[in-house]
């Protein structure tokens, strides 16, 4: 991939440990301070009321598995981008849904990475200290604008205004970014590749990125205030 974009090593990456719980994602950070992940802190903000009706519609069964499908296509279709930036090769498929989320993956690869002017890093995590941390899927200059990217697959296509979550993630990340590396980053693009085929852009900049910033802290902020006043279980006594 370098032979068609340049992959600068601009910033000095901090690898941060992972930990996964019933509770959520955390990561761990230089500190040793456990921070909630952008996943985690989405999810627990978030309104999930057509999610609800919409499992209620179909059955739960089914939406188990429509979820449980599309987290592995999204899995292998992440794969492809991760490995093509950092030259490994791809497992060998040995299910279709490795090769519906391999086709994916290159479709993306096709129609978007020729946008791509610079490669800062990929699948790097990224801290907010003391509020939050996560793992952005790329940082670099797209468009010939500093910006986070984000993948996505979707089993149909969205509009601008349903996917308000997403550019909250691409604000947590340029926030985070900001902070740690002393940058400015004013733009967010989210790639959507569709199982029944096709892709779609969506971007975000200038005021509006800035209003997606401001709502995301209020979520952060929101988030550990209540994790803050949830009771904690008592001390057992000694024995």
Known sequence: MVDLIPIKRLYQYEKLKRI????????IDGNATALPSVTTVLSATKD???????????GEAEANRI???????????HTVMERMIAYRDLPRPTNWLMVKGYEMGYRLVNE??????????SEVSLHYPGKYAGTTDLVGVYRGNPSIIDFKQSLKPKKHEWI??????LAAYALAHDIVHGTSIKHGYVLISLQTGGTQ??????????????AWLERVNRFLSQASAEPRPASQPPP
């Open 164 to 169: 308000e979550d997403y550019f909250h993630q």
């Open 112 to 121: 978007y990475f020729r946008n791509l002017n610079e490669i800062w890093g």
């Open 201 to 214: 852009e969506f971007s975000t900049s200038g005021a509006e990125f800035d209003r997606y910033k401001a």
């Open 67 to 77: 979820k449980n499908e599309a987290a592995t296509v999204g899995t292998h279709m």
């Open 48 to 58: 999930k009321k057509a999610l609800d009706a919409w499992a209620a519609r179909v």
């Open 20 to 27: 996964d719980s019933p509770e959520g994602r955390q990561y």
